[in-house]
C-alpha cells in the first residue's frame, strides 16, 4: 500500500467512478489486507479505503475488514482507535439494516470520544451515524437533539460536516420540517459540493433535498436537483 493508492481510492469513489475500479483501487490501497495485519494501529490508512469499499456497496466485505481491524486494535488496548473505527463502522452496519450493531458502535465511539478534543471528527462521524440509526428506529426528536449539539459546536469536523448536516436534514425532514430540512439539505449540498464530493453514496442529499423542496411547492427546484442526481456519475 502506498498513500497515493488512498488518495486515488479515494478520489474515485468522490468522483463517483465505476463501482468494481474504485473497489479495486480501495483493495489495493489495502494491500489486500496486509495492512490490517501489519500496520492496525494506523486508523487513517485503512479507514478510507474501507469506508471506500462501503461507498461502492461492497457491504459484507467492509464489514468483514472493520471487523478485522477493531479485533487487532481491542487485543493492542487501543481505544481510541478503536473509537475511529467503530465510528464509521457504525455506517456499514447501518447500510446493512443491523441497527442494534450499529448504534453499539456508534455509542462506543461517542463514550471513548468525549472529552477528547482531537478526536473530534470521529465523535461528529459517531453523531451523524447513531443519529441515522435514531431516525430510522423513529426516534426523530433525539436524532435531532444529537445532530443540532454537534453543529452546535465550534466548528464542526469539516470532513464530518457534510455527514453530519445530511444527518441532520433528514431528522427534519422525518419530523415534518421541510422548510428547515431543505436548508441543511442544501448546506450539507454546498460543503460536499466545495469537498469535490459528487457521489451520492457518501450522502443522497440531492434526493432527500428534493423531497424537502418538493413539499415546499418549489418543484422546478426540486426538478433541478432530481436531473443532476439523474446525471451523476455513481458508484452504486
Not at 141 to 165: I, Q
Request: glycine share 6%; aromatic share 4%.
Amino acid at each position: 500500500m502506498c498513500s497515493s493508492d488512498l488518495q486515488l481510492a479515494f478520489a474515485q469513489a468522490s468522483a463517483g467512478e465505476p463501482a468494481t475500479r474504485t473497489a479495486a483501487t480501495a483493495r489495493t490501497a489495502l494491500g489486500e489486507g496486509v495492512l490490517l495485519d501489519e500496520n492496525p494501529l494506523a486508523p487513517d490508512a485503512f479507514i478510507v479505503p474501507i469506508s471506500v469499499l462501503s461507498i461502492c456497496d461492497e457491504l459484507d466485505e467492509a464489514a468483514g475488514a472493520d471487523e478485522r481491524a477493531a479485533a487487532r486494535v481491542r487485543e493492542r488496548g487501543e481505544p481510541l482507535t478503536y473509537a475511529t473505527i467503530a465510528a464509521l463502522a457504525a455506517w456499514t452496519a447501518f447500510l446493512r439494516g443491523r441497527l442494534d450493531e450499529a448504534e453499539v458502535m456508534a455509542r462506543d465511539a461517542l463514550r471513548i470520544t468525549a472529552g477528547v478534543p482531537a478526536l473530534g471528527v470521529v465523535e461528529a462521524f459517531a453523531s451523524a451515524h447513531l443519529a441515522a440509526v435514531l431516525r430510522e428506529r423513529g426516534d426523530v426528536e433525539a436524532a435531532l437533539a444529537l445532530t443540532a449539539s454537534a453543529l452546535a459546536k465550534d466548528s464542526p469536523a469539516p470532513a464530518a460536516a457534510g455527514d453530519l448536516r445530511f444527518a441532520h436534514g433528514a431528522a427534519l425532514l422525518a419530523k415534518g420540517d421541510a422548510e428547515a430540512a431543505a436548508e441543511a439539505l442544501l448546506a450539507c449540498g454546498r460543503h460536499q459540493e466545495l469537498a469535490g464530493i459528487h457521489n451520492p453514496a457518501f450522502v443522497p442529499w440531492r434526493s432527500a433535498a428534493a423531497g424537502a423542496l418538493a413539499r415546499l411547492g418549489r418543484d422546478a427546484e426540486a426538478d433541478r436537483k432530481s436531473t443532476r442526481l439523474n446525471s451523476s456519475h455513481i458508484t452504486i
